[in-house]
């Protein structure tokens, strides 16, 4: 069964005081997310992951199409004892201390006192708070916060969790954590949708991604297999190459770009239609040595500007409306 389904999910907003006009926040977006999947949403700013996350959690209303959480439409109260969800910006009551307020949700949830206290402890830790547990809100970081917010997505051992950009506002140590967290929930089999307009955050985590752009699905599936993120060829840092082989392998189509690093290094591109073993046969064999090699591969930046470009502010419903 598939634990997220979204079905022509659509949003339009009006906007402009005296004419107002439809402005397409999200439209005709169909999904499906497997049990246990981690799946990542992306897009640029804009782009509507999080007018997506609060159709799912009913926060707004669909202007058309539908979904479902675990086979459940969304309004489903008993389904909703069964998920949890990170907003974008958390905003928690401030005078609270970290443990109060996780105890006062796991007293939502219906759990006992001893209860509630072994939960609030225990996610503090997971998210790698809990030595700030008896202070109050009002003194903690953005980062500090965002993870109260994950702590607060947890506490009632959801199935399906909905994280809204659960890295922002992370130092680099702090998006380690978070992401060791996300893999927990996945080898416990719970499904884990999320925003990111990172793509390392997803390729470290995700099964698959969609990508938003403008409001539109621009593509769905495994990273690897998007066509945009194909690779294009090869980069190869090589030692003691010689002006002799580098022109050599110029001329004959091996190397189509080379960027010295100074030292007689070089960073060189090979092109797909050459095997990155026969260039390092090549290269080593008129004494190179290799440094690394890396596939070259368009960035989700270098993606989400194309896409930009290609659709500028494409966010009527056509003209006339
Ligand atoms: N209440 C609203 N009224 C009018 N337009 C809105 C409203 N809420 C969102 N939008 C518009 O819908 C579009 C999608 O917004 P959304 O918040 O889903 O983007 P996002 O992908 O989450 O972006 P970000 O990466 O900045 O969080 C934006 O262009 C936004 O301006
Ligand atoms: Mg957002």
Known sequence: MAAIRTEALTKHYRVGFWRPRPYVALEGLT??????????????NGAGKTTTLKLLMQLIYPTSGSAEILGQPVGDVRMKRRIGYLPENPYFYDYLTAEELLQYFAGLFGYAPAERRRRAAALLDQVGIGAERRMQLRTFSKG????????QALINDPEVVFFDEPMSGLDPLGRREIRQVILQLRERGCTVFFSSHVLSDAEALCSRVAILASGRLAGVGRLTDLVAFQARGWELVVGGLDDAALAHAKMTQLVVRDTPLGDRRYALEVPLSVSPERAIAELTGRGASLVSINPLRETLEDYFVRQVAAAPHERGLGTGT
């Open 31 to 44: 999904l499906s997310v497997s049990e246990g999947e981690v799946f990542g949403c992306l897009g640029p």
């Open 144 to 151: 500090m916060l965002q993870r109260v917010g994950i702590a």
